[in-house]
């Protein structure tokens, strides 16, 4: 399972900050390095964030029957069951020990493929992930004109060659039941380890520890770092494709979350572009000395890539 004793320091990254050429750069360091870190000031409201888990926890404390008939479908919106996937197919497991609820993208032609709860039964949940949702998604938006900096470019690159012509948001809802903090080994992790595919993800938690990242994937024995809580930020990591985007300049780092002995709500926002986009090496990501380490690619192909290999798709 790998060494943990370790603290990440990761850094934060400030979005009202007014110098944002020096946060450009600090972010840059951070993505090379680790592929992770905080922001903060990110226009997020602390009693949505209240609300949120508060209803999210109203949701998965239904009873099984309630919230199965929900299921996913299509893989785009709706529960999925505790085991339902396994992030790291290598494990001798039945499945990841969580479950799951995903919102897709609120903008007109994919909202009304969204399922939701029973207004009856949760009168206030709709309203409170959609209000989330949108808040959210401005923080990412925010912070991808940031990112563009950090590589060289335009602040507005990604809008300006339609990696954001629509964004394709999708919010994902994460219960991960009590476990047993003794059991430390890999038939009790709550997510497997795994990096996310797609641009950037933005993670928001109840506050209960037990995420880790693990810089050095091919490295053994694994060195596993704790991810601690800071009060009022987002955690956000670096997806796959934006690895492939910067030609490995930026990292997409291996990370898992494991059992503390107490329940686990988290809210992940997984930013990508349409699925018909075409990823291919950044002009400042390569050389004549470094050339592009990987073809172009549609987004939807590279996906389909990758979830052939799990059930379903990732999440911490």
């Not at 979005?15 to 020096?22: E, I, V, W, Y």
């Not at 999210?56 to 299921?71: G, I, N």
């Not at 339609?162 to 964004?167: H, K, R, S, V």
């Not at 928001?204 to 024995?221: F, H, K, N, S, W």
Request: overall charge negative.
């Amino acid at each position: 399972m790998g060494e943990v004793n370790l603290i990440a320091n990761l850094p934060i990254i400030d979005l009202s900050a007014t110098d944002r050429f020096s946060t450009a750069a600090t972010l840059r360091q951070a993505c090379i390095e680790v592929g992770f870190f905080y922001i903060v000031n990110h226009g997020v409201d602390k009693a949505l964030f209240e609300r949120l888990f508060d209803e999210s926890k109203k949701f998965f404390s239904l009873p099984e029957e309630e919230k199965m008939k929900l299921d996913r479908k299509k893989e785009l919106s709706g529960y999925t069951a505790l085991y339902s996937e396994k992030l790291d197919t290598s494990l001798n497991t039945k499945g990841d020990p969580k479950e799951s609820f995903y919102i897709g993208p609120l903008h007109d032609e994919i909202c009304n493929l969204n399922q939701w709860p029973s207004e009856e039964l949760l009168p206030n949940w709709r309203p409170t992930m959609e209000a989330y949702h949108r808040q959210i998604l401005s923080a990412g938006n925010s912070l991808l004109s940031l990112l563009a900096l950090a590589l060289n470019l335009d602040e507005k690159f990604f809008e300006n060659v339609g990696a954001l012509d629509p964004p394709m948001p999708f919010l994902r809802l994460l219960h991960y039941p009590e476990g047993d903090p003794s059991c430390h080994n890999d038939e009790v992790l709550g997510a497997s380890a795994h990096s996310d595919y797609g641009m950037i993800t933005l993670l928001a938690t109840d506050g209960v520890p037990g995420l880790q990242v693990c810089r050095e994937r091919d490295r053994q024995p694994q060195i596993w770092e704790n991810v601690p809580h800071v009060e009022g930020a987002i955690i956000v990591n670096i997806g796959d494709i934006t690895e492939r985007w910067t030609n490995g300049l930026f990292r997409s780092t291996l990370h898992r979350v494991v059992p503390k002995g107490r329940e686990r709500y988290s809210a992940a926002l997984f930013l990508d572009p349409p699925h018909d986009f075409s990823v291919e090496c950044l002009e400042t990501c390569c050389s004549e000395s470094n050339p592009p380490r990987f073809p172009p690619i549609r987004f939807v192909d590279y996906l389909q890539e990758r979830y052939r290999a799990i059930s379903l798709t990732y999440g911490a």
